[in-house]
Structures are given as structure tokens and as C-alpha cells.
């Protein structure tokens, strides 16, 4: 069994939970396409996404579109930095009012345990924060454990190959990425999105 990737920075601690918020955009700048995308998705969604929770939800980059184009919207942020919670309530401001926080690591297998169902479950750029691929297929078991019947998963994060990243333990091809959410249960697995190496799937829970 191959080892797991360590990471090379622990965002739990503010200091790089700061560094990594304030380089973010600035790395890749396409990611505010990446959200509006997000945000195209959950407002087609019939019946509408009203409860949705976002994995790895970081500093609120996500939330805080999210939250201002849909009104009706209220959010669960799951990340496992307590750190990344103060900066995301720092950037949510009033919109804070929508939203739970849960401090919990969704590499751990009980992560749902109490969280309610919901409409749409969203993660951008955190689903190799599992440290091997070979988690994925299990996160996305867990994640349609949350999901109401034809409810939305909505995945980017970096691929593996051709304009992509060069590690094939830490990140997946394309394929592998529609692969692990169809192995999970999900239907009718598509691409959605491919940008700046990164690459979005919608899978519809059973």
C-alpha cells in the first residue's frame, strides 16, 4: 500500500492558514470562474438548493459567493482548522447569520455523524487534502450519506496528466475523478467545468 502524501503545511495553525488565504487567488486567479460555476449549478437545481454543506470550506473564499448571489441559501462549512473558521467569519460578516461552522476533518470516517441532509453538497480544491487518492471513493460514499434522493455533489479539485498536476498519488485523472463518484453510488457523473488544471464534476445521489 503506498504511503500518504504529506503535506507540507498545516492550516490549522493561523500563521499558514493566513499565508495560504492571502496567496490563493493570487495563484490562480480563474477561480472566481470556478465559483460562479458553483453558483450556475445550485441555482438550476429543481427543486431549488436551499441547504447545502461545503467541504474543506477554508477561509469562506466559496461561502461568500455563494451566499451573496443565492438569498434563500444557508450553509454548512466543514473544515478540520479552527483557523480557517476565524478567517471565514471575518469574511462572511453579517452573512455569518446563514451559516453553520463545524470544526471536523472529513478524513475521518464518522465526519457526517449529526449533520442534517442536504440539497447540495459542494467542495472546491480539498478533496486531495485526503492525502492519497485512494480515500476519495470513500469520502464520496460518506458524502452521499448526507445528500437528499437526487440531491447535487459538486467536486473540483487539480487532475492528474496534461495540464495538470505531476503527483498520480495525491491527485486523480479526469477519469479516475468520474470514476471514484460513480464507484460511490452517484448518477448521471459529468463534467462540468475544466480550468487551470483543475477539473468539476456533478454527480446526483441515488
Known amino acids: 500500500m503506498c504511503s500518504d502524501v504529506p503535506s507540507p503545511i498545516d492550516l ?3 500563521v499558514d492558514a493566513s499565508e495560504w488565504e492571502a496567496s490563493a487567488m493570487q495563484k490562480r486567479p480563474w477561480r472566481t470562474e470556478v465559483f460562479a460555476r ?13 441547504r447545502v454543506l461545503e467541504l474543506g470550506s477554508g477561509p469562506g473564499f ?4 455563494l451566499l451573496d448571489q443565492l438569498a434563500e441559501l444557508r450553509m454548512t462549512l466543514l473544515d478540520f ?3 480557517m473558521h476565524v478567517l471565514a467569519r471575518k469574511r462572511l460578516g453579517a452573512m455569518t447569520d446563514r451559516v453553520e461552522l463545524v470544526t471536523r476533518s472529513f478524513k475521518e470516517t464518522d465526519w457526517p455523524r449529526g449533520l442534517a441532509t442536504f ?3 459542494v467542495t472546491n480544491q480539498a478533496v486531495h487534502e485526503l492525502r492519497h487518492k485512494r480515500y476519495a471513493e470513500g469520502l464520496h460514499r460518506q458524502t452521499a450519506s448526507v445528500l437528499r434522493p437526487g440531491g447535487a455533489y459538486l467536486v473540483c479539485d487539480h487532475y492528474f496528466g496534461p495540464g495538470g498536476m505531476a503527483n498520480d498519488q495525491l491527485y486523480m485523472t479526469k477519469a479516475e475523478q468520474k470514476a471514484a463518484l460513480e464507484a460511490a453510488g452517484f448518477h448521471e457523473v459529468s463534467e462540468v467545468l475544466l480550468i487551470g488544471g483543475m477539473v468539476m464534476h456533478r454527480g446526483i445521489a441515488p
Open 12 to 14: 490549522r495553525l493561523m
Open 38 to 50: 458553483f453558483t450556475r449549478e445550485l441555482e438550476k437545481m429543481t427543486p431549488p438548493a436551499r
Open 62 to 65: 466559496l461561502a461568500s459567493k
Open 81 to 83: 482548522s479552527e483557523s
Open 119 to 121: 440539497d447540495a453538497v
